[in-house]
């Protein structure tokens, strides 16, 4: 897998074109348009296993709606670097989805499938829950 | 740090806004539009040390353009997940960076300063290495 990510030549915003088209930005955070780079890797261990959860409830199909996940990283208060330092992952869901449907979908995704808790978990290890709220 | 990451309710695409308004976006890369999970990785990998490159050659007065980054990473051919195993960057830069401030300055940013790559390399461990191309 390649990428190539280049200044944009404004103040410190860097963007990444991917081998598909698409644009990937960043910023400094307080810029508030694009993201931190940070943010970008907490985001996307996030988006990675709501994508496995995503496929696992809509195969078992099961009606649901409002799927998302709340990451909570912790990181150090002071100095540089600042890595996270380990993750909370707390999924949602509204729907007739059993809780037990949720959990294995939930741990199958963290565990066994997510490509990106995969390569931080050595870092940064991952827990995680599921909570169902009323129905679809 | 805290963020959440929803399902669109289209296909596969997820999307996250940072308490700073900023909206960073995730489907399957094929779809081509948004760049999948493991490419943000990647490229936050990238992102993270090009800005802090960025810092030092600023700080040191250099004239430089066309600064960026090439991001390798190995992973498994076939299976689940698919993490990444081993992150090669190569910076270059073009301008009348000598070679020894540049070699500097991407050794602190990769291994000082990083935080995401400081996450990541417990579970891929990263390579650099800096090239200079001509006047700014």
């Keep these: 897998m390649r990428l190539t990510v280049a200044h944009t030549g404004q ?3 860097m963007e990444c074109v991917t081998p598909q088209g698409a644009r990937i930005a ?3 955070a307080d ?3 694009t993201g931190s780079p940070v943010q970008h ?3 996307s261990i ?3 296993a ?3 959860v995503e496929t696992i409830l809509r195969k078992k199909r099961l009606a649901f709606s409002d799927l998302r996940v709340e990451c909570v ?3 150090p208060d002071e100095g ?3 890595p996270l330092q380990s993750v909370r992952l707390v999924f949602h869901v509204r729907g007739d989805v059993p809780q037990k449907a949720m959990d294995d979908a939930v741990r199958l995704s963290v565990e066994r499938y997510c490509s990106v808790g995969e390569t931080v978990r050595n870092g940064a290890p991952i827990a995680y829950e599921a909570r169902i709220e009323g129905s679809a």
Excluded: H, I, V
């Design 73 to 75: 990283a912790q990181r």
């Design 31 to 33: 810029a508030g348009t």
């Design 46 to 48: 996030g988006a990675c």
């Design 50 to 52: 709501l994508m496995d």
């Design 26 to 28: 960043f910023d400094e």
């Design 80 to 82: 540089n670097p600042k």
């Design 41 to 43: 890797l907490l985001a």
């Design 11 to 13: 103040g410190s915003a």
